[in-house]
T-cell receptor, first 115, second 118 residues
């Protein structure tokens, strides 16, 4: 049962354009969402997060949008740069007030930014 | 920022032997550490959650006798793959949670360990 879904395994974008990475979730208990960037043979690197009380969070070139009613979030990268090429994971947590803060990850989307 | 050191980065072992992977939080105390496993082109699958001084909580389907987790201090957790077999070959990643959360919700990941069992 995939509670966090990234339905696009890959995305190719031209340098300078916008990259939009999508993520859907099924568990309504999730209340905190994170995006990670990962290179092969390395651990994930945190990019940006959003709490369920917000619908948008922006940090430089990265913006995350959350649509709670649709259980959907997206990561926008603009402008895209070749160095952004990596696998992007969406993750969710549903225990902001509890003691078990485990993350549930999507399968990832491979972003390729072409020069 | 918070740093998590994971060693070794890669290890090759013979079938039947045991391998220990260390995960250290370098500049913060981690009351909770997580161990993940990633197969090629797959998601990070949580194996177990360990809290300092108590037994680890394993996810469904993970053999606790095969994947021994020890979290003896607030800065160190170890994962031992016992009697390793080729099907245990995978990329193992640890994560430590800083109680002083921050925007990353307190999670910092190690750099991972590539285990190959021959």
């Amino acid at each position: 049962d995939q509670q966090v879904k990234q339905n696009s395994p890959s995305l190719s974008v031209q340098e300078g354009r916008i990259s939009i990475l999508n993520c859907d979730y099924t568990n309504s208990m999730f209340d905190y969402f994170l995006w990670y960037k990962k290179y092969p043979a390395e651990g994930p690197t945190f990019l940006i997060s959003i709490s369920s009380i917000k619908d948008k969070n922006e940090d430089g070139r990265f913006t995350v949008f959350l649509n709670k009613s649709a259980k959907h979030l997206s990561l926008h990268i603009v402008p895209s740069q070749p160095g952004d090429s990596a696998v992007y994971f969406c993750a969710a947590s549903g225990d902001s007030g509890g003691s078990n803060y485990k993350l549930t990850f999507g399968k990832g989307t491979l972003l390729t930014v072409n020069p | 920022g918070a740093v998590v050191s994971q060693h070794p980065s890669r290890v090759i072992c013979k079938s039947g032997t045991s391998v220990k992977i260390e995960c250290r939080s370098l500049d913060f105390q981690a009351t909770t550490m997580f161990w993940y496993r990633q197969f090629p082109k797959q998601s990070l699958m949580l194996m177990a959650t360990s809290n300092e001084g108590s037994k680890a909580t394993y996810e469904q389907g993970v053999e606790k006798d095969k994947f021994l987790i020890n979290h003896a201090s607030l800065t160190l957790s170890t994962l031992t793959v016992t009697s390793a077999h080729p099907e245990d070959s995978s990329f193992y990643i640890c994560s430590a949670r800083d109680i002083q959360q921050g925007s990353n919700y307190g999670y910092t990941f190690g750099s991972g360990t590539r285990l190959t069992v021959v």
